[in-house]
């Protein structure tokens, strides 16, 4: 098995960051709630890729470049409720969907 190179790790500590602030708010939230890339697998990394998180009948969606995610392989820059909210990297095009 190969060793996760940093887009791989940076989609699990952006997943992370983004459970653990919903769990300090006292929601539930695990890694079967994301989706990234519209559930396609992304064997060559693009340079945009989507996540959507659900939560309940909620789903909100941000778009991540493919250097934010690498930067990300190791921890999140930005406070968790900042990745929460939809005020991601300067390159997010979050929205809200009910």
């Known amino acids: 098995m190969q060793p996760a190179d940093d887009f791989s790790k940076g989609m699990k500590t952006i997943e992370r ?7 300090a ?8 709630d994301f989706t990234w890339h ?27 470049s493919r250097e934010e995610i690498e930067d990300s ?14 005020k991601w990297h300067r390159a997010n095009r979050g929205r809200s969907r009910n």
């Open 38 to 64: 519209r559930g396609q697998a992304v064997v060559a990394r693009p340079d945009l890729t989507d996540l959507q998180v659900r939560i309940g009948r909620r789903a909100v969606v941000g778009i991540f």
């Open 73 to 86: 392989a190791d921890r999140v820059d930005l406070p968790v409720q900042e990745v929460w909210s939809g």
């Open 25 to 32: 708010a006292g929601r539930n939230l695990t890694t079967a």
């Open 17 to 23: 960051a983004i459970i653990d602030g919903v769990w």
